[in-house]
């Protein structure tokens, strides 16, 4: 079974551009999540879907990004326009969630820089 | 607010000695606790999870933690370091009652093994 994948694995930015994150869960999984770690600080969570649906999206930073799951099956983080603070790694989960201390699987991560 | 505590952010052990590696948590009440690990180029993975029952968990590659509520601890042990376990390790928690599925982490345990 694969697992939960994300691209790109880098990404390199100027200031002012936009740039979409993709996140392809575990087949079956209906809930998928984004994580951000930026340098020296701790995982943040960021958002929550349940299928297509924002469960929570308690944790995005302002209105610069953008996500969406459209069918309920991939999810992208666009975030437009990059400043320099959005430099971090992005990580994406998934998880079944048949009860509420089911695994989160997670990706290798997107590592993003701006410059 | 819930929050993670991952006493040392670097750790180093001989192959062979003891790995300790300690969490604590704030809330009152007991939520579900997770170790995760990030090898070197790889995403997170599960190391074992708390979520009722048994206080000691036993959890992959060698790995074990014990709950204890009256300290708020879930510390991660490993009685013999392998050079295999060089890694980034991270404790989380999930909140047992609520809407809200997220994740909340600490800042994560550097842990080197020296020969």
């Known amino acids: 079974e694969a697992g939960v994948t994300q691209f790109p694995s880098h990404s390199v930015i100027e200031k002012g551009q936009t740039v979409t994150l993709r996140c392809d869960p575990i087949s079956g999984h209906d809930n998928l999540y984004w994580y951000r770690r930026v340098m020296g600080k701790e995982i943040k969570f960021l958002l929550h879907f349940v299928k297509e649906s924002k469960q929570d999206e308690s944790g995005m930073p302002n209105n610069r990004f953008l996500a969406e799951r459209t069918g309920g099956t991939y999810s992208t983080l666009k975030v437009q326009p990059a400043e320099l603070e959005d430099s971090g790694v992005y990580f994406c989960a998934s998880s079944q969630e048949r009860t509420r201390a089911d695994t989160q699987y997670f990706g290798p991560g997107t590592r993003l820089t701006v410059l | ?115």
């Open chain 2, 1 to 115: 607010a819930q929050s993670v505590t991952q006493l040392g952010s670097h750790v180093s052990v001989s192959e062979g000695a003891l790995v300790l590696l300690r969490c604590n948590y704030s809330s009152s009440v007991p939520p579900y606790l997770f170790w995760y690990v990030q090898y070197p180029n790889q995403g997170l993975q599960l190391l074992l999870k708390y979520t009722s029952a048994a206080t000691l968990v036993k959890g992959i590659n060698g790995f074990e933690a014990e709950f204890k509520k009256s300290e708020t601890s879930f510390h991660l042990t490993k009685p013999s370091a392998h050079m295999s376990d060089a890694a980034e390790y991270f404790c989380a928690v999930s909140d047992r009652a609520g809407n809200n599925r997220k994740l909340i982490w600490g800042l994560g345990t550097s842990l080197a093994v020296n020969p």
